[in-house]
Each structure stands twice: as C-alpha cells, then as structure tokens.
C-alpha cells in the first residue's frame, strides 16, 4: 500500500501487448495484497472493457474512482464503457471532464468527435476528430469519419483537403513498412491476424484513393456549373 503507482507490476506491459489473461493475472495480484489500490482495480477493469465486458468493467472503473477521484486512466475507461453500452449523455460528460483533465489525449476527442456526430451536430464532431488527428492520431477510422462528416457540412473543402493530407501521410508511412516488410517477415508468418489486418488496410486504403477521386470530380463539377 506504500508504493501505490500504476507500473509496479507487469500488468501495463501485458495489456499494451493485448496479452489480457496475464494482465489480468498481474492486476489481480496486486488487487490481492492491496484491496483498495486504484490502479490495479482500473487495471482490470481496463482488461475487461478490452474483452467487452462492459459491466464487470464498470464495476472496477466505479471502485477504482472511489479510491482515488478523478483518476484520468479510470475516468477515461469509464467514459469508454458509457459509449459502448450507448448511454451517449453519461458518455459526453465524462469524456467532457477526461478533456479538461488531459487536454492532450487524442482519444478523449476522438470519442467526442463519434458523439457528437451520433446527435448530428457534424459541425463539432469535425472540429474534434481535427483536433484529435492534431494530438497524434491518424488512422483510416478517423479519416474515413471526418470524410463523412465532412459530407454534411456546407463550407467543407478546408475540412476535405485535412482529411486528405492526413490520408496521404498515413499512407506514405504503411508504404515504407509494406517496402520493409521483408524485416518483419518472419514475425508476420508466425502472425496470421497481422497479415489479415494489412491486407484489410490495403483495401480500406484503395477505398479512400477511390473516395477521393469521387470527390474531386464533384469539386470540378461544382466549379463549372
């Protein structure tokens, strides 16, 4: 109980690396010992929200924030687990406080970015998904949902020519690795699901060459009329 922080375990390093059945082993042992640590509570349930036990996973996130109140990483789970069960309005004001208490975690305005679009206010949700592209993340989800946003706002080509930007750029680094993925060849055999995810980015990434040549034409036909 004297030395309660988050990484005096294995169990961090376990979840990161989706290893769940020893991270939770961890998490559990540390709960053993120290029944009202709020890091091995979150832990776990950090363990369940990743396994879609939604409600176990509450229930840890809500004990962990007992203990310690306003615990970012439980805040943030907690918020996770709102969105997933769809009780959109507890969701929002949770993610709202993880935002003032880290301004610069990219997730909390991604989440944002997919509630605010839910209420069709695709104004806010575009301005989010920038912002969390902005803090770091890009990926063909974030991309792909600011295009369709995009698609209901009037003044868009700002928001289009971002999205875009984004899209080449994340493109160009999966380029390099595919060039380079003789280095992680050996890994990516004993990898099935790897492999599988990769070729699933390379279709998602022809799907958004073809969105965007639809787009321009769209633009051209605009200009002309």
């Given at each position: 109980p004297a030395y309660r922080v988050n990484d005096n375990n294995y169990g961090p390093l376990y979840l990161a690396r989706r290893q769940f059945s020893r991270a939770k082993e961890e998490f559990s042992k540390i709960a053993m010992v120290d029944s009202k640590n709020p890091y091995a509570l979150a832990g776990l349930g950090a363990v369940c929200l990743l396994k879609r036990q939604y409600q176990q996973a509450k229930r840890y996130f809500l004990s962990a924030l007992e203990i310690k109140k306003n615990l970012p990483y439980a805040l943030l789970g907690l918020a996770k687990v709102e969105f997933s069960l769809k009780n959109?309005?507890?969701?929002?004001?949770?993610?709202?406080?993880?935002?003032?208490?880290?301004?610069?975690?990219?997730?909390?305005?991604?989440?944002?970015?997919?509630?605010?679009?839910?209420?069709?206010?695709?104004?806010?949700?575009?301005?989010?998904?920038q912002d969390a592209m902005r803090l770091g993340l890009n990926n063909l989800n974030i991309i792909k949902a600011l295009l369709r946003v995009s698609s209901h706002i009037e003044k868009k080509d700002g928001i289009v020519e971002y999205a875009m930007a984004r899209f080449w750029e994340f493109k160009k680094g999966f380029t390099h690795y595919r060039l380079h993925a003789?280095?992680?060849?050996?890994?990516?055999?004993?990898?099935?699901?790897?492999?599988?995810?990769?070729?699933?980015?390379?279709?998602?990434?022809?799907?958004?060459?073809?969105v965007n040549k639809q787009i321009r034409v769209l633009e051209r036909m605009v200009g002309k009329g």
């Open positions: 959109l309005k507890k969701a929002k004001k949770l993610f709202c406080h993880c935002q003032t208490l880290q301004p610069l975690d990219p997730q909390v305005y991604y989440f944002l970015g997919r509630i605010y679009e839910k209420e069709k206010n695709f104004e806010e949700a575009a301005l989010q998904y003789s280095r992680y060849a050996s890994h990516a055999a004993r990898n099935k699901l790897h492999v599988k995810r990769t070729r699933k980015l390379e279709k998602e990434i022809k799907g958004l060459e073809k």
